[in-house]
């Protein structure tokens, strides 16, 4: 397994390029500046077989239409309690900002938890995370022992749950029963910032820090 993780929009949020040996690869939550995803895409000389989002946010899906057409590649997720995020893409535009989007909809929902996608040699388990969105999913490379969850967790914080269909026992329900179940070396690639491990969270996340 192979990640490269690219910052984009003024939000500052991870995109992961995660490609095997054979350079069959996925993007996950490219969120916007789509010709600095398309042109290192391209430098790195990767077959983009897949585009995998984890909730509906513009800043994790904002430039998935453009990857979508460049690559001629399908979109898959999140899960599809988040559609009305994705209809609503031009007014978080306006809202935020930010380039403007048209809404869109993914080409396949990820409504089971538990499912497993396969490119190439990698492998990843959809994992149902709600709270930050009603339909926030994450992709776990059990493997590799690394997951990508969006904005559920992060280093010593947690996702919002002020939007709109968030909710915050939700959300601390689906770190503890989904994400604390998950080895305490797995690296966690967090939305924004750097990346953690479950056993650094569990010891010392303020928010849902486990007793030892």
């Known amino acids: 397994m192979n990640i490269e993780i690219i910052p984009v929009t003024s939000f500052r949020q ?22 600095k995803l398309i042109r290192r895409i391209e430098e790195l000389g990767l077959d983009l077989k897949l585009i995998l989002l984890t909730h509906g946010h513009l800043d994790h899906v904002g430039a998935a239409p453009q990857l979508k057409q460049y690559f001629d590649v399908k979109v898959w ?4 309690a988040d559609q009305y ?58 493997k590799n022992k690394v997951a990508f969850t969006g904005d559920v967790l992060f280093k010593q914080c947690i996702g919002r749950t002020d939007f709109i269909g968030g909710d915050h026992q939700t959300l601390l329900n689906s770190i503890k029963e989904r994400m604390y179940v998950l080895p305490d070396d797995t690296i966690v690639i967090a939305g924004h910032g750097s990346y953690t491990t479950i056993g650094q969270e569990k010891r010392t996340n303020p928010f849902v820090k486990v007793e030892s």
């Open 14 to 35: 991870n995109c992961s390029l995660v490609w095997d040996d054979n350079k069959s690869a996925v993007a996950i939550d490219p969120g916007g500046d789509s010709q």
């Open 77 to 80: 997720g999140s899960n599809q």
């Open 85 to 142: 995020w994705f209809e609503a893409l031009p007014e978080q535009s306006k809202k935020f900002g930010l380039f403007e989007i048209p809404a869109f909809l993914p080409d396949r929902w990820l409504n089971e938890n538990g499912e497993k996608i396969r490119i190439g040699e990698l492998e990843f388990e959809v994992l149902q995370l709600p709270g930050h969105t009603p339909g926030h999913v994450g992709f776990i490379d059990h």
